[in-house]
């Protein structure tokens, strides 16, 4: 393990997974919740993400003491082990309630489902002592354009955050947006639809971003890029770093597996910009591959905060006067050689 003093690393129970996918079963054992919090504490991480639902199983069955219970015990539990909860993020797209979307279903039961559960995720995230609730839109968008009207679904959105706002004070909301899957057209595709819905809500400085390299690949768009167009507004309140080979399913490879050089640029800006100061953690939101035995079943997490941690080293080896200098004489064609070499270590 690469030591680590300065960044505080994240991930979900999610992300030791069992390697279904839509074409065959889990092809690993599914491993409990205990077991998971002892590996990421094992593994040098320092915080946990949590769905709604990972943190109180069968949440839409619970009573509200049930689920107060069931936070407190979690607390204990995450506290006796030493480790935070970074996020809650309520999981609107698995209910029978949510098929057409949550908060900008055409179903206006649906909608106040979508509030009443996101109430639901800030109580347990209260409890957990944590204030940064996620917003992946999973089914906020459609298959059908014509089915759904975009200024509506805007205004939903945004009506959405601030009951979500007023029902807290003290949550600060990060939208993780997402062009496509599993809809066809997501209504916050980037980071800058993201900001502009912050600047309609009531509260704009307690709405904010999580760029995921992944989702902003599937866009078309530059990770580092995106991160950084949310540090300008200084709102980038979370990162998943993982990787993704083009436009294909959103295939949360290990960060660095697929490009190197994106992965060099992302810690490059979170660097620069002293990411993380503010208490911010680095999350990677990947999966192992199918074909990953029981054994090996964390190793894609441990090998991305390794690979993390050599880039660190990486941009702070990184001669920048050099490179100022080529840029000050244009000369891209040496500054692309150069970071290619310092890549390659000589
Ligand atoms: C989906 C995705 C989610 C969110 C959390 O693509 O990235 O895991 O990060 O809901
Ligand atoms: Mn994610």
């Known amino acids: 393990m690469i030591k680590n ?3 505080k690393f994240s991930f979900g129970p999610w992300n030791i997974s069992e390697g279904y996918d ?31 639902d990972d943190a109180i ?16 015990e979690l607390k204990r539990k995450l506290d006796d082990a030493g480790i935070l909860a970074e996020i809650v993020a ?63 679904s805007t205004d939903y959105l945004a009506e959405a955050i601030d009951k979500m706002l007023a ?23 980037t980071m800058g639809h993201a900001m502009a819905i912050a600047f309609k809500t009531s509260d704009p400085k307690r709405v904010g971003g999580l760029v995921e390299s992944a989702h902003a690949i599937l866009a078309g768009l530059d990770p580092a890029d995106e991160m950084e167009f949310a540090i300008s507004y200084g709102k980038l309140w979370s990162v998943h770093l993982n990787d993704q080979n ?17 992965a060099f640029n992302q810690v490059r800006v979170l660097e620069r910009n002293n990411y993380g100061s503010k208490g911010e953690c680095v999350a990677f939101d990947v999966h192992s591959f199918r ?3 029981e054994e090996h079943c964390v190793d894609h997490l441990s090998n991305s905060r390794d690979t993390f941690l050599r880039l660190v ?14 840029i000050a004489d244009r000369n891209y064609q040496a500054l692309d050689q150069m970071v290619i070499e310092h890549l390659l270590g000589k």
């Open 167 to 189: 029902y807290d004070k003290k949550i600060r909301v990060a939208i993780e947006p997402k062009p496509n899957e599993p809809m066809d057209h997501a209504y916050i595709p």
């Open 291 to 293: 074909s990953t035995k």
């Open 90 to 152: 309520p999981r609107l797209w698995f209910s029978p309630m949510t098929i057409d979307g949550g908060y900008t279903s055409n179903d206006p039961k649906a909608r106040k489902y979508a509030i009443e559960r996101s109430k639901k995720c800030i109580d347990i995230a209260k409890i957990l002592d944590c204030s940064l609730i996620v917003l992946w839109l999973a089914r906020e968008g459609t298959y059908i354009r014509e089915s759904k009207n975009c200024r509506t």
């Open 57 to 72: 199983p069968d949440l839409d069955s619970k009573s509200p003491e049930q689920i107060r219970k069931g936070a407190k």
């Open 22 to 52: 839509p074409y065959g079963p889990a092809t690993r054992p599914p491993q409990a919740f205990d077991w998971k919090l002892g590996k990421l504490k094992e593994i040098g991480f320092d915080a946990m993400m949590f769905h709604d």
């Open 5 to 7: 003093n300065q960044y």
């Open 246 to 262: 083009g436009l294909k399913f959103d295939q949360d490879k290990p960060f660095g597996s697929n490009n190197l050089r994106s």
């Open 313 to 326: 080293e990486k941009v702070r080896s990184f001669d920048n006067a050099k490179a100022q200098t080529l």
